[in-house]
């Protein structure tokens, strides 16, 4: 679990140019869900608590008054004028901290899982190698192998390679063979030099 938090900071914190791009359009299209979320399950929670320790009910009440206008009715009761009061709202801006939590942690998760399906796919193209050429398919084919099977595709590579290692060692056997049948002037002259030297 403390991995997982480790990865979700790093990530939050990181920056790159393209998961902000996946930010963006992901979560525009998750913007109905975490509103919804935000709205009718996070914010009563917190309102809840606003109303014991603050003794407000709810998040739009949360205000800091740097200039407050105050208008009185025909009944002489006095009430805030928002709309000409200058202040804080402390209230959209939590909301506005929630719900940039709540897509930043839906986006990890994506992002995540993405990454891990990458991973899991280069492991597992790494796993195929060598990978199987339209000769090697056809020649497992006569020989009743199919590509899923990959004990079979192993024993056939291993196969192949023992040949090939085989047929390697088979040409430069004859090469050299070849070689000390016909020697080149160079050759013949360093075989008289060295009978000359023993002598």
Known sequence: MKKFFAEFKKFITRGNIVDMAVGVIVGSSFTAI??????N?????INWFLALILG????SEVFTFLKKTITVDANGVGTVDLANSIYIDWGAFINAVINF???AFVLFCIVRFINRVKDKDKKFKESLQPMISKEDRKAMK??????KDSAAVAAYF??????????????EEKARLEREANPTTEELLKKIL?????K
């Open 41 to 45: 399950i996070l914010k009563p929670i």
């Open 158 to 171: 291993a196969a192949k390679a023992e040949k090939e290692a085989a047929a390697k060692a088979a040409a």
């Open 34 to 39: 975490v509103n919804g979320l935000s709205n």
């Open 56 to 59: 407000k009910d709810s998040l």
């Open 101 to 103: 939590f709540i897509v």
């Open 142 to 147: 006569k020989q009743g192998i199919k590509a």
């Open 194 to 198: 060295a009978v000359l030297q023993e």
